[in-house]
T-cell receptor
């Protein structure tokens, strides 16, 4: 069975400082991992994905994430936060081998302090 | 850029009433999904659909729920007799076919917020 744990329900950072949103996963197979972002009153937008290629994945808006199998982690980072980054971020896992179901973490709300 | 669309954006209904939530997936996608997010909780998988059949469903997706692709563009979720606990945001998603199976990347619509009174 697959699962995702997002270690922080809420993260606040000052504009221009680095962002770190933490995610640990559990999977019986080689997983695909994703980060989705949800801005207020908007749908879920794919930020980036890992699908067994390069372990450091670059996404949109300057975000990146590193897959660390030894730590079962897939933390999301950004060097410098922008006000527009304020949103809810979801770490998501999908087991391959025909399992189409995405399993979501509980989400991390990112607040940017001006 | 193509996107998944959903209608209505908001729906209020009385307990026991039937509701139909509509989705238009990305046009060349063949795999379709419904998820829901109860307020304050995580997004949960409901059902996946391919080739006019349900391919996987969760425990949440009981006999009160059904899905249909009535034409070449729409994908619907029907709740026959709504309950208070069905109040949630419902997301539709779609993915393309890759090497004979679903791409691992699913694209989500903006959601329908359902409120059951």
């Amino acid at each position: 069975a697959q699962s995702v744990t997002q270690l922080d329900s809420h993260v606040s950072v000052s504009e221009g400082t680095p962002v770190l949103l933490r995610c640990n996963y559990s999977s019986s197979y080689s997983p695909s991992l994703f980060w989705y972002v949800q801005h207020p009153n908007k749908g879920l937008q794919l930020l980036l994905k890992y699908t067994s290629a390069a372990t450091l994945v670059k996404g949109i808006n300057g975000f990146e994430a590193e897959f660390k199998k030894s730590e079962t982690s897939f933390h999301l980072t950004k060097p410098s936060a922008h006000m527009s980054d304020a949103a809810e971020y979801f770490c998501v896992v999908s087991e391959n081998f025909g399992n189409e179901k995405l399993t979501f973490g509980t989400g991390t709300r990112l607040t940017i302090i001006p | 850029e193509p996107e998944v669309t959903q209608t209505p954006s908001h729906q209020v209904t009385q307990m026991g009433q039937e509701v139909i939530l509509r989705c238009v997936p990305i046009s060349n996608h063949l795999y379709f999904y419904w998820y829901r997010q109860i307020l304050g909780q995580k997004v949960e998988f409901l059902v996946s659909f391919y080739n006019n059949e349900i391919s996987e469903k969760s425990e949440i997706f009981d006999d009160q729920f059904s899905v249909e692709r009535p034409d070449g563009s729409n994908f619907t979720l029907k709740i026959r007799s709504t309950k208070l606990e069905d109040s949630a945001m419902y997301f539709c998603a779609s993915s393309e076919e890759v090497s004979g199976g679903p791409s691992e990347t699913q694209y989500f619509g903006p959601g329908t917020r359902l409120l059951v009174l």
